[in-house]
C-alpha cells in the first residue's frame, strides 16, 4: 500500500485535531472579564510586554 498526499493531508489534520483536543482539555477557561483591551486607544493604559513598547536606551 502506497501512502497518497490525501492520507499525509488526513494524517496532519487528524494530528492537529490531536493537538487542539489536548489543548482545550488542559487549559483553564478564558475570563474574557479579564482580557486586555485588543484595541486601547485612548485608554491610558501604556503598551507592555512587547520589544516596541520598551523605552529607548532602556
Known sequence: MT???K????ALF?????LLA???SHSAPLDPLR???I??????Q???GAHCAAAPGS
Do not use: E, K, N, Q
Open 22 to 24: 489536548f489543548d482545550l
Open 3 to 5: 501512502v497518497s498526499r
Open 35 to 37: 482580557a486586555p483591551a
Open 14 to 18: 487528524v494530528m492537529i485535531g490531536a
Open 39 to 44: 484595541l486601547a486607544l485612548d485608554s491610558g
Open 46 to 48: 501604556a503598551a507592555s
Open 7 to 10: 492520507h499525509g493531508v488526513i
